[in-house]
């Protein structure tokens, strides 16, 4: 026999408020520590803020790949670090934006779970997100801001939408739209993946709601899809225009470079734990209530789903389903992020299940799951801690320093053996590289034809990766290549064989500096790419816009609401937790 509803809550629900301060208790420590900073992509996102802070109407970059456009990645959440890092720098205002988007995660995910189930399950969910091994990997480890920002924007807004779709709340519609529109100003990978996994089950969830209660006719309700489609696909065309631009006129034609959560994870266990074990945590022993529940329930269904796809596709290499579903997509993206929206999507699941082990067993459920919770959290804190990707112990400030002065900076560098520093270096350093970590704004032919990430890190690309230093060293002229910085005595003799010779050291001779007698001053390279100035208008002010409309909408209270079926969250409610975050 199939279930129809979720199951009715039997005690009073865990106050939003008090999830709010277990995640200051558990996160806010950290991001003082800040533990992210060792971890991928900080000083990426950093270094494309420190641009924001100096040059925030002119998107061309001119530190990395001999000039390169930062249109290629929606700003947001890097021009909010920007504007944070006024009053307290940038690491630190890194730090907060995190923290706010883990506070609106918290609340997204209570508005997200009351379409499937009750007050107390819902609760219950919002409380695993503190503790949730996904949220806590990335925030940590690979250090995904816009994909842990994008994330809650889209789960708070399609509450919103589903009402709209419902019964046509233009108040509704507009705070949904606008937070969809700062949600694919966040982050691209997101509005293009991620964001249909939470939209259709809350398309179809509305369907049969009105079907149920006789809230609209047919037509009215796919008018009003089409409407919110048409209309918020406008905005975001309009809001990213000039990404759009650069996608279209530029498209990512670069041999792939290989990454490990394409990786089988069978084959290979050490990714198997970094991109499953970890994130996942003790939510694979609910993976049997998952399934069974969402298969008999008629409501879960479609969440089920959604989960079960993100899932599949999050194994990366480990089955065909990554590369039939995605194609070519499934080469430049890293498949991390699936696993991260499928435990969002596997919440509302996780909640029922709390809430029916906390009725049957009390005491003895309450400790199991906040052991469970409490080990999840703390393997991927654990596991992060052990396997930082920035290891090295080591600061720039001396290689920043030397580039500043004497005139050093009218030539153009690279780094050997540097790591994820090299952002940080682009941060101190007023001299341009033909390096960097944005893959897919580089253009230099000596950088796309090889299949490398970044040359700092050549020799761990294999002949690949050495044969692009060679070319680029080889064409140190072109770019007005002068100065390599060298950590690893590896790439030495490459050096001494192209031509290069020792001028200086560093950092109790720790980094040796090499120069090219002959090399001109650095010129400027790839100016057909140099986005206009009507783009950098656009850039610096309407995804900024977008997200200071957002706050604005949300805070303007809704209408009232009427009679809610289970599952279904009350607009009020709704306008008054996350209006109150917000504020």
């Known amino acids: 026999m199939q279930r129809i509803e979720a199951v009715a809550p039997r005690s009073r629900p865990i106050p939003i408020t008090f999830v709010l301060l277990a995640a200051l208790a558990v996160h806010a420590p950290l991001l003082l ?17 420190s641009h924001y802070v100096e040059h925030w109407f002119d998107p061309w970059n001119a530190k990395w790949y001999a000039g390169f456009s930062q249109t290629t990645y929606p700003p947001l959440a890097q021009q909010w670090v920007a504007i944070v890092s006024h009053l307290i720098g940038l690491d630190m ?14 609340v997204g995910v209570y508005r997200f779970a009351r379409l499937w189930v009750g007050q107390g399950a819902a609760a219950l969910a919002t409380l695993a997100t503190v503790f949730l091994g996904s949220e806590t990997f990335l925030m940590y480890n690979p250090w995904q801001l816009p994909t842990t920002t994008a994330a809650p924007l889209y789960l708070n807004a399609l509450p919103y939408l589903y009402e709209w ?4 709340t233009w108040r509704s519609f507009l705070k949904g739209a606008a937070l969809m529109v700062a949600a694919a100003a966040v982050h691209h990978a997101t509005l293009l993946f991620g964001s249909l996994l939470f939209a259709l ?20 309700f796919w008018t009003r899809v089409v409407t919110a489609t048409v209309l918020v696909g406008v905005a975001i065309a309009i809001v990213l225009a000039p990404f759009w631009i650069a996608l279209y006129n530029y498209p990512i034609t670069q041999t792939p470079i290989p990454h490990p959560s394409r990786a089988n994870y069978i ?3 050490e990714w198997g734990v970094n991109y499953f074990l970890v994130p996942y945590g003790a939510l694979i022993l609910a993976f049997p209530f998952i399934l069974s529940r969402g298969a008999s329930a008629i409501r879960l269904r479609p969440l089920l789903f959604t989960f079960w796809v993100a899932f599949v596709l999050g194994l990366g290499g480990t089955t065909l389903a990554g590369r039939f579903v995605l194609g070519r997509a499934f080469e430049v993206l890293t498949m991390e992020r699936f696993s991260y929206w499928a435990t969002l999507l596997a919440l509302p699941f996780v909640g029922l299940l709390a809430e029916e082990l906390l009725d049957r067993f009390r005491l003895r459920a309450a400790v199991g799951l906040g052991v469970a919770a409490s080990l999840t959290c703390g393997l991927a804190l654990w596991w992060s801690a052990n396997h930082q990707p920035d290891a090295m112990n080591f600061d720039v400030d001396s290689v ?38 944005w893959n897919s704004g580089r253009m230099l032919p000596e950088l796309t034809q090889y299949g490398v990430g970044a040359l700092t890190s050549s020799k761990y690309f294999g002949a690949s990766g050495i044969d692009s230093l060679r ?38 001779r720790t980094v040796s500096v090499w120069g090219k007698d002959d090399a001109p001053p650095a010129a400027p390279v790839n100016l057909p790419q140099m986005p206009p100035a009507w783009q950098g208008i656009l850039w610096g002010l309407l995804p900024i816009g977008s997200s200071i409309a957002a706050i604005l909408l949300v805070l303007v209270p809704g209408p009232r609401p009427i009679a809610e079926p289970i599952g279904q969250p009350s607009q009020a409610n709704q306008d008054l937790v996350l209006g109150r975050m917000i504020s």
């Open 201 to 220: 089950p809350v398309l179809w969830v509305a369907l049969k709601d009105r079907q149920r209660d006789k809230a609209a006719s047919v037509v009215g």
């Open 400 to 437: 920043g320093a030397w580039l500043n002065r004497d005139g050093h900076d009218r030539y153009r560098y690279i780094t050997l053996g540097f790591g994820n520093k090299i952002a940080r270096l682009g941060v101190l350093a007023h001299a341009g590289s033909v390096d960097g970590e």
């Open 471 to 508: 070319a680029m060293l080889r064409h140190a002229d072109r770019y007005g290549l002068k100065w390599v910085f060298c950590r690893d005595p590896y790439y030495e003799p490459l050096l001494v064989f192209a031509g290069w010779r020792k001028v200086d050291s560093l950092d109790d």
């Open 165 to 168: 779709f419902r019964r046509g």
């Open 93 to 106: 205002a890194y730090m907060v934006v995190q923290f706010v988007a883990l506070m609106l995660l918290v």
């Open 267 to 269: 084959l290979t266990p």
């Open 33 to 49: 520590m800040k533990l992210p900073l060792k971890s991928y992509d900080t000083n990426f996102h950093i270094f494309f803020a």
